[in-house]
């Protein structure tokens, strides 16, 4: 089966200076860094030899031309590259601002059978996860409490995938504020989907300055 992993990404933001954001966003050089530090863990565990195709999705940036140099070469020679410059959306609500880069996307994810989903902030630590899901004909999500999913990472059915995108809406996530990670559990609760209670990364709290399991 074709497998594509999704790395989707919010690399160049700029603490405005006249407003504020909505939601709590770490901005400029430390977040730059932070993606650098994930896409090396990427790179040392060979997470990318498991798929048959890697796409990086952004939506801070319009060219490649954009993104660090040093941070390009951590991936692989044959990555495949999805940019606009439009994050209005995901600095009020980060599920809205996912759903709509997945959303803007599905015509390229579409012809995989498997996508690995995977915000490459994330620190990965195992690739025990990602092995199961490709051996597997199911989807899989790691649980972060009861009834709630770990959106920063998950494997989907394409198919499936495809009918939750379409399913649901930015605005509906924003006007309510509704959590990404409840909507997905009741939708894939629904399909053939295992639910792991498992830890594969660490994500940095930009708060503290601190790595915590995730």
């Known amino acids: 089966m074709n497998s594509l992993l999704i790395l989707n990404s919010s690399i160049i933001i700029k603490k405005p200076i006249l407003s504020f954001d909505n939601i709590k966003i770490e901005y400029g050089k430390k977040r730059i860094d932070s993606y650098k530090s994930g896409f090396t863990a990427l790179a040392e565990l060979k997470i990318y030899s498991n798929f048959n195709s890697v796409v990086l999705i952004d939506n801070t940036v319009k060219k490649i031309s ?7 070469s ?28 997945l959303k803007f996307n599905k015509e ?16 990965i630590k195992s690739d025990s996860f990602i ?3 490709i051996s597997d004909n199911s989807n899989y999500f790691s649980l972060e409490s009861h009834q709630r999913v770990k959106s920063g990472y998950f494997g989907s059915i394409s198919k499936d995938l495809i009918e939750f995108v379409d399913k649901f809406d930015t605005k509906q996530l ?12 009741d939708f894939y609760a629904q399909k053939n989907t295992q639910f792991k209670n498992i830890e594969i990364s660490n994500w940095k709290n930009y708060l503290s300055n601190l790595y915590e399991p995730y």
């Open 66 to 72: 954009s993104l660090p140099q040093d941070m390009l």
């Open 74 to 101: 951590l991936l692989p020679k044959n990555t495949e590259f999805l940019l606009r410059k439009k994050n209005k959306v995901g600095r009020k609500n980060k599920g809205a601002g996912m759903l709509e880069a």
């Open 108 to 123: 390229f994810f579409e012809k995989y059978d498997k996508v690995f989903y995977f915000e490459p902030r994330l620190i």
């Open 131 to 133: 092995q199961d899901f």
């Open 174 to 185: 924003i006007d309510k504020n509704l959590h990404i990670e409840n909507i997905m559990y």
